[in-house]
């Protein structure tokens, strides 16, 4: 397996990649993603949207459209990519898969684990894939995900974070923004953010 990631469009959102022998699964292709892709993969395989914020699926219909591949979204998102709730003219996009809560898929012989921890949006989820922690915007490297944007929760957000803190192994945490990060540094940070929310 290999890992590549590059920040993408005017809010540095990270766009993931990763290889096997199989073919690459595509984690959050946001804003000017689809070059970028299209430049990385020979046979992709899927497309995984941790939660359904435009910066995270921006190019989610060019590549769909490009590659004829599946796309995996959290259900209580679906509704953000199909209907442009921010109005920024984003080209909708349709999952083929809608991932209910906690789902596990095996894709190209890969599995690939969904964790549904809503509050930043209602179906903000982190993927785990062979032993690596996408986190989306759920959780970063010394913070957590906005719980100020409409449909997000607080309350739920504090209830994601304390099933965080029950994860018992470490993995490398990818999140949508900014440096990679592990579980176990960030469940030393979680609690201070639980207090405030």
Known sequence: MELIYAPMGPYQTNCYILKS????????????????????????????????????????????????????????????????????????????????GDESFEIGGIKVQFWHFPGHTPGCSAIEIEGIFFSGDFVFANSIGRTDFPFSSPEDMKKSLLRFLQIQKDMPLYPGHGEASAVAREQYTVPQWIKIL
């Open 21 to 100: 022998e199989v073919g690459e699964i595509i984690i959050d292709p946001g804003m000017g993603a689809y070059e970028w892709v299209k430049s990385q993969v020979k046979n992709p395989l899927a497309i995984l949207n941790t939660h359904g914020h435009f910066d995270h699926v921006w190019s989610n219909h060019a590549l769909q459209t490009q590659y004829k591949i599946p796309l995996y979204c959290p259900k209580d998102d679906v509704f953000m990519l199909a209907s442009d709730p921010y109005g920024l003219g984003i080209e909708p996009s349709t999952p083929d898969v809608e991932v209910d």
